[in-house]
């Protein structure tokens, strides 16, 4: 291969790959974006409300402990799927994501933080009680979850992304609401 032929194939590789990363960040983003927007929510909603109605009404489980406990609301559950939906509403208009997408990840990204709340009182935890990666990882593995189910189509390497580095955006995140009065917790 000539000098010449030989730059123009490197060129059309590395734009090729530039696509490629192009594309995989995007999903990323756009399949992040629901959840996290949607787990973010009730910490604001649940603070400016200041009187919230727990969504377990209080009652117990079997062991005699809260089956979810006063930190997941009814405000915070259905204001999370809102919010994280008018996401997936503006991302629709550059046909990024469909609402009925984003509301799939809202959606589960609720259940499953209030999954994770209803394993955490079973182990004896209390509210806001650390439980390192199921408070970091259950509202995303439960939102990818019901979307694959839903739409199926996720790329194992965008999963695993996002898996991999969720924990240390909520650390970071739950850090700056705790700095900002909006979270008791820096956790
Ligand atoms: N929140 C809410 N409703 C939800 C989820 C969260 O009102 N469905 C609010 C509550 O005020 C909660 C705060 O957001 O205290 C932080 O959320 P999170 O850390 O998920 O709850 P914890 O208080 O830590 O409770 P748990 O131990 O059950 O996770
Ligand atoms: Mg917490």
């Not at 005699?64 to 799927?81: H, N, T, Y």
């Not at 695993?160 to 240390?168: C, D, G």
């Given at each position: 291969m000539g000098a010449r032929a030989h730059v123009s194939a490197l060129r059309i590789k590395s734009s090729a790959e530039g696509r490629l990363v192009d594309c995989f960040l995007r999903r990323l983003l756009v399949l992040a974006?629901?959840?996290?927007?949607?787990?973010?929510?009730?910490?604001?909603?649940?603070?400016?409300?200041?009187?919230?109605?727990?969504?377990?009404?209080?009652?117990?489980?079997?062991?005699?402990?809260?089956?979810?406990?006063?930190?997941?609301?009814?405000?915070?559950?259905?204001?999370?799927?809102?919010?994280?939906?008018?996401?997936?509403?503006?991302?629709?208009?550059?046909?990024?994501?469909?609402?009925?997408e984003a509301f799939t990840l809202s959606l589960g990204a609720m259940l499953g933080d209030a999954l994770g709340s209803f394993?955490?009182?079973?182990?004896?935890?209390?509210?806001?009680?650390?439980?390192?990666?199921?408070?970091?990882?259950?509202?995303?593995l439960v939102a990818l979850l019901m979307y694959q189910l839903t739409y199926g189509g996720l790329d194992a390497f965008v999963v695993?992304?996002?898996?991999?580095?969720?924990?240390?955006i909520h650390l970071l995140t739950n850090r700056l609401a705790y700095k900002l009065g909006l979270k008791d917790k820096p956790w």
């Open positions: 974006a629901p959840c996290y927007v949607a787990n973010a929510t009730p910490v604001i909603v649940a603070r400016v409300l200041k009187r919230t109605h727990p969504m377990d009404w209080e009652r117990r489980f079997i062991d005699g402990r809260r089956i979810l406990g006063d930190g997941k609301s009814v405000e915070g559950f259905f204001s999370g799927i809102a919010s994280g939906t008018a996401v997936g509403l503006a991302l629709s208009y550059v046909s990024a994501l469909s609402v009925g394993v955490k009182r079973r182990l004896g935890l209390e509210r806001g009680d650390p439980a390192p990666l199921l408070d970091q990882l259950s509202f995303l695993a992304t996002l898996v991999a580095v969720t924990p240390l």
